[in-house]
T-cell receptor, first 114, second 111 residues
């Protein structure tokens, strides 16, 4: 398996524009997580899905952020409109929801909003 | 709120010595704890884990200790090697649901 695949690896956009980050989880995994890495808070959990259903989105910072998982092999994180303070590295991770299993991370998307 | 805390942003040790990375948590519902290692421009990779029914788990040079009463866990690396230099994240989950991470500790192992 190729692991968790995120695209794009880098995204530079202007303030106010819509940004869509994409994630393909590992085949067979049924939990998917979106994280944002910041210096102050480390890896912040934004939202996670079990069997394509959003379970907890309390970490989503504002209504400008939204996430979807239309099927087991694809998820998106959208920011609309984007702001400079959204600049960060965004990670997607997936796991098999069973007792005591680790999550596998993608390589991340570095987002820069200018 | 930060349910998992790593209060030391950085740690520097000499090659061959022991590295001790610490982590505290506040949610008593957490029952599974993990350590991840992260190199620049890469995603975090799983290193070692421990269930709440244990107080120690060892894998080669890496040992994780769990003190449930203190809500504290630590990662010991011995002997430390220059290749261990990375950012280490502590994580915790409950009932195999969400996985919460700390802010990370940057470990530098000097030759």
């Amino acid at each position: 398996d190729a692991g968790v695949i995120q695209s794009p690896r880098h995204e530079v956009t202007e303030m106010g524009q819509e940004v869509t980050l994409r994630c393909k989880p590992i085949s067979g995994h049924n939990s998917l997580f979106w994280y944002r890495q910041t210096m102050m808070r480390g890896l912040e959990l934004l939202i996670y899905f079990n069997n394509n259903v959003p379970i907890d989105d309390s970490g989503m910072p504002e209504d400008r952020f939204s996430a979807k998982m239309p099927n087991a092999s694809f998820s998106t994180l959208k920011i609309q409109p984007s702001e400079p303070r959204d600049s960060a590295v965004y990670f997607c991770a997936s796991s098999y929801r069973a007792l005591n299993t680790e999550a596998f991370f993608g390589q991340g998307t570095r987002l820069t909003v200018v | 709120d930060q349910q998992v805390k790593q209060n030391s942003p950085s740690l520097s040790v000499q090659e061959g010595r022991i590295s001790i990375l610490n982590c505290d948590y506040t949610n008593s519902m957490f029952d599974y704890f993990l350590w991840y290692k992260k190199y620049p421009a890469e995603g975090p990779t799983f290193l070692i884990s421990i269930s709440s029914i244990k107080d120690k788990n060892e894998d080669g040079r890496f040992t994780v200790f769990l003190n449930k009463s203190a809500k504290h866990l630590s990662l010991h690396i011995v002997p430390s090697q220059p290749g261990d230099s990375a950012v280490y994240f502590c994580a915790a989950s409950s009932n195999n649901n969400d996985m919460r991470f700390g802010a990370g500790t940057r470990l530098t192992v000097k030759p």
